[in-house]
């Protein structure tokens, strides 16, 4: 079951907590196409700071895979499920997809953000993030462009300039 692009879609893997790079490498290891996104966070301690790199979406990891072969998935430690309705897992948009990788490619500043369904969408025309459609939000006197997946009900903010934008 290839879809017309060629390639299998994109699922949600909902994995136990702080599993997700563990999950990844046994998916790299069994030949699929997977994607963590992460943010750079600073940690405080008594001691010291810390920069640590974070997932975007903590209990996920995104597989590319043919639902009719997910044995091989689903077998993986600290997997706890593929995320749909009940018993059957629903793709990802590719378009969200591949906004996220986008936006974690454009090496912009970015961090988990609440799900927003009401707000202006906006269409980027310049910039590292040109073509790509969001919502922009102003956020402490700085622009951001929010992301969202639909099925997670997740989303991630990606500060940017306002000047880049058309509704």
Known sequence: ?????????WFALR??????????????????????????SRRVWSDRIKEIQLPLFPGYVFCRFDLHRRLPIVTIPGLVSIVGMGKSPIPIDDAEIAGIQAAVRSGLPSQPWPFLQIGQRVRINYGPL??????????????????????????VAVNMDAAWVTP
């Open 1 to 9: 079951m290839e879809f017309g692009n060629g390639y299998f879609p």
């Open 15 to 40: 994995v136990r907590s702080q599993c997700e790079n563990s999950v990844a490498a046994d998916l790299a290891d069994k030949g699929y196409e997977w994607f963590l996104p992460r943010y750079k």
């Open 130 to 155: 040109c073509d790509l459609e969001g919502i922009l939000l102003d956020f402490r006197g700085q622009s951001r462009l929010v992301l969202s997946v639909t099925l997670l009900q997740r989303s």
